[in-house]
């Protein structure tokens, strides 16, 4: 089993960062992939995909939308995964998701292929 906590979520005026931190606890935590998402407050919306890591913290995918705003970055030494948001703007807003596959998992885009899921934090970016 993980266990995820994220923390960093608030609010913020467009343009502005924000950097949300996901702590993983559990036997062997730090070796899985690890990735965010998230879902707008939108009735029937599902979880979008935001970004991904690989278990080293060797190699990142971005949502297409979201490259050169956010990065995404893993201490290692930790079990921890960072997502630093810039430029932030009013359609950012939603519940940001940290989720982790399993052990030594490539990168991967699907919400379905991640096992453990974090409570969520919530991230408001006003106009």
């Known amino acids: 089993q993980v266990q995820l906590v994220e923390s960093g979520g608030g609010l913020v005026q467009a343009g502005g960062s924000l950097r949300l931190s996901c702590t993983a606890s559990?036997?062997?935590?730090?070796?899985?992939?690890m990735a965010w998402f998230r879902q707008a407050p939108v009735p029937g919306k599902e979880r979008d995909f935001v970004a991904a890591i690989t278990w080293d913290g060797g190699t990142t995918v971005y949502a297409d939308s979201l490259k050169g705003r956010f990065t995404i970055s893993k201490d290692h030494t930790k079990s921890m995964v960072n997502l630093q948001m810039s430029n932030l703007k009013p359609e950012d807003t939603a519940v940001y998701y940290c989720?982790?596959?399993?052990?030594?998992?490539?990168?991967?885009?699907?919400?379905?292929?991640?096992?453990?899921w974090g409570q969520g934090t919530q991230v408001t970016v006003s106009s």
């Open positions: 989720a982790a596959g399993r052990p030594y998992m490539d990168l991967r885009r699907s919400q379905y292929e991640y096992n453990y």
């Open positions: 559990g036997r062997t935590s730090s070796a899985y992939g």
